[in-house]
């Protein structure tokens, strides 16, 4: 079968086109921004991209196309499947179709972390040697891609918020059908298409009213937000994590020295060293232990398997070091985000060395400014903060960042390349976070320390 993506850069859509593959179909696709990681993966599959949405690449028609949720009404490529009857589909109906309907489907949803807790799963269940099948929204070092199909029972997905197409305005994660859910978080975002957190959650209750009695739901606690979303509902299973004494699955961790202590459901308890840093990410293994006891891995099985844990491209990844000035490289573009990942590079930071923040106001929710009072506070854990600022920002971000110390707006990214390789000096970090290509700033600022006196 010859399976059309439209939208085949992003990284679910990447995904699914390495499954596609992996089922034999000939895969062809289409977009009007690749970067990688997602365009190597899609370069070493041998799939066909052509750049840009010229309907001429649909003709000799292919079997059926498969519309991400980036495309809208009045794109070429969508007025022609229209016009011409072409079959077609969404990503998240095609997976469940194709895939997911035959399979115990572990599902990690909630508004930060996704990534991250997916790959622990996937990587905790593989190194049990349960084989998972999995999609997650970014490149999982262990594996070194961000899908595959597995040999077992068990397929871990990542459950995106977001819509699914043009022609489905419900949540992505709807179509999953989960037997194992995780709600790692939920607070407000994507404001280009939800007007409030309501309305989010009122997505997340579609997913959670379609679940069977015997599903587990993997939920945090202390969550006001979780609480109320539950309380709209609840017919499956539920087990609690968290720090404190209320939770069935509790942990401790210890920032000195990366240790983790978890006390289980049924009382027992283990010990073990994660390779990720901060306390939200100990927040994030604690999910993925409870959630793969269900499936029947033991907890001290599933924290010996952090050991080894590669974690994910763009995730507090170290992309190179120049006179002793470390470049890193993160997804974080929630304020919440922002905090939690400067709180986790803190304490690898002596002094003097400082953590210089480099930033996009890229996304759709940032742009329109709906975080902009809590934006300084995002920010208050580095030393130096620069933002590439789009001239059309339709809010005054200088007044939101009034009270924010060390900080220069920009609105080209060579003089913020140049800014910040000036601030620089030998023991500090410069964490690069967005959730888009920033211009390639982190391999431009490695360059530019390079050639510095």
Same mark, same amino acid.
């Given at each position: 079968?010859?399976?059309?993506?439209?939208?085949?850069?992003?990284?679910?859509?990447?995904?699914?086109?390495?499954?596609?593959?992996?089922?034999? *179909?000939?895969?062809?696709?289409?977009?009007?921004?690749?970067?990688?990681?997602?365009?190597?993966?899609?370069?070493?599959?041998?799939?066909?991209?052509?750049?840009?949405?010229?309907?001429?690449?649909?003709?000799?028609?292919?079997?059926?196309?498969?519309?991400?949720?980036?495309?809208?009404?009045?794109?070429?490529?969508?007025?022609?499947?229209?016009?011409?009857?072409?079959?077609?589909?969404?990503?998240? !109906?095609?997976?469940?179709?194709?895939?997911?309907?035959?399979?115990?489907?572990?599902? %990690?949803?909630?508004?930060?972390?996704?990534?991250?807790? @997916?790959?622990? /799963?996937?990587?905790?269940?593989?190194?049990?040697?349960?084989?998972?099948? +999995?999609? /997650?929204?970014?490149?999982?070092?262990?594996?070194? %891609?961000?899908?595959?199909?597995?040999?077992?029972?068990?397929?871990?997905?990542?459950?995106?918020?977001?819509?699914?197409? +043009?022609?489905?305005?419900?949540?992505? &994660?709807? *179509?999953?059908?989960?037997?194992?859910?995780?709600?790692?978080?939920?607070?407000?975002?994507?404001?280009?298409?939800?007007?409030?957190?309501?309305?989010?959650?009122?997505?997340?209750?579609?997913?959670?009213?379609?679940? =069977?009695?015997?599903?587990?739901?993997?939920?945090?606690? =202390? $969550?006001?937000?979780?609480?109320?979303?539950?309380?709209?509902?609840?017919?499956?299973? %539920? @087990?609690?994590?968290?720090?404190?004494?209320?939770?069935?699955?509790?942990?401790?961790?210890? #920032?000195?020295?990366?240790?983790?202590?978890?006390?289980?459901?049924?009382?027992?308890?283990?010990?073990?060293?994660?390779?990720?840093?901060?306390?939200?990410?100990?927040?994030?293994? !604690?999910?993925?232990?409870?959630?793969?006891?269900?499936?029947?891995?033991?907890?001290?099985?599933?924290?010996? !398997?952090?050991?080894?844990?590669?974690?994910?491209?763009?995730?507090?990844?170290?992309?190179?070091?120049?006179? $002793?000035?470390?470049?890193?490289?993160?997804?974080?573009?929630?304020?919440?985000?922002?905090?939690?990942?400067?709180?986790?590079?803190?304490?690898?930071?002596?002094?003097?060395?400082?953590?210089?923040?480099?930033?996009?106001?890229?996304?759709?929710?940032?742009?329109?400014?709906?975080?902009?009072?809590?934006?300084?506070?995002? &920010?208050?854990?580095?030393?130096?903060?620069?933002?590439?600022? =789009? @001239? $059309?920002?339709?809010?005054?971000?200088?007044?939101?960042?009034?009270?924010?110390?060390?900080?220069?707006? +920009?609105?080209?990214?060579?003089?913020?390349?140049? !800014?910040?390789?000036?601030?620089?000096?030998?023991?500090?970090?410069?964490?690069?976070? #967005?959730?888009?290509? +920033?211009?390639?700033?982190?391999?431009?600022?490695?360059?530019?320390?390079?050639?510095? =006196?």
């Amino acid at each position: 079968m010859h399976v059309h993506i439209l939208g085949i850069g992003g990284t679910f859509m990447a995904g699914v086109a390495r499954l596609a593959v992996e089922l034999g *179909h000939r895969v062809t696709g289409a977009d009007a921004n690749l970067y990688p990681p997602m365009s190597d993966q899609l370069d070493a599959l041998g799939v066909q991209v052509c750049n840009g949405y010229d309907a001429a690449a649909l003709d000799p028609a292919p079997d059926i196309v498969i519309v991400g949720n980036a495309l809208s009404r009045g794109n070429p490529s969508v007025e022609y499947v229209l016009s011409n009857n072409l079959r077609y589909t969404s990503g998240p !109906a095609w997976l469940y179709e194709e895939i997911l309907r035959h399979r115990h489907v572990i599902a %990690v949803a909630g508004t930060h972390g996704k990534t991250t807790v @997916t790959s622990i /799963v996937t990587w905790m269940l593989e190194h049990g040697g349960f084989e998972p099948g +999995f999609l /997650v929204g970014g490149v999982v070092e262990n594996f070194g %891609v961000s899908a595959r199909l597995g040999k077992g029972s068990l397929f871990v997905v990542e459950a995106d918020e977001y819509d699914t197409a +043009f022609f489905d305005k419900r949540s992505k &994660f709807v *179509h999953y059908a989960p037997r194992t859910l995780i709600v790692n978080n939920l607070e407000f975002d994507h404001a280009d298409i939800f007007p409030d957190l309501a309305a989010i959650k009122r997505q997340f209750h579609h997913l959670i009213r379609c679940l =069977p009695r015997e599903a587990l739901i993997v939920r945090p606690t =202390p $969550d006001a937000v979780i609480d109320d979303l539950l309380a709209m509902g609840l017919w499956s299973r %539920v @087990t609690r994590f968290g720090a404190g004494r209320d939770a069935d699955w509790s942990y401790g961790y210890a #920032s000195a020295d990366h240790s983790i202590h978890i006390t289980a459901a049924d009382g027992s308890q283990c010990d073990g060293r994660t390779p990720l840093l901060g306390a939200h990410n100990a927040h994030n293994v !604690a999910a993925a232990i409870a959630a793969v006891a269900d499936v029947g891995l033991s907890p001290s099985r599933a924290l010996a !398997a952090l050991a080894e844990f590669a974690n994910v491209k763009r995730r507090l990844e170290l992309r190179g070091r120049v006179a $002793d000035i470390a470049v890193y490289d993160d997804f974080a573009h929630h304020p919440t985000a922002i905090a939690a990942t400067i709180a986790a590079l803190r304490p690898g930071i002596a002094p003097p060395g400082r953590i210089i923040a480099v930033s996009e106001m890229r996304s759709n929710t940032m742009r329109m400014g709906v975080h902009k009072d809590s934006l300084a506070m995002a &920010f208050a854990g580095a030393e130096l903060t620069a933002l590439l600022v =789009p @001239t $059309d920002l339709p809010w005054d971000i200088a007044s939101a960042l009034a009270g924010l110390p060390g900080h220069a707006l +920009f609105t080209d990214s060579a003089a913020l390349i140049a !800014a910040v390789t000036a601030w620089a000096h030998a023991g500090d970090a410069l964490l690069v976070m #967005s959730n888009g290509g +920033f211009d390639n700033v982190h391999s431009r600022l490695l360059a530019a320390l390079e050639a510095r =006196p």
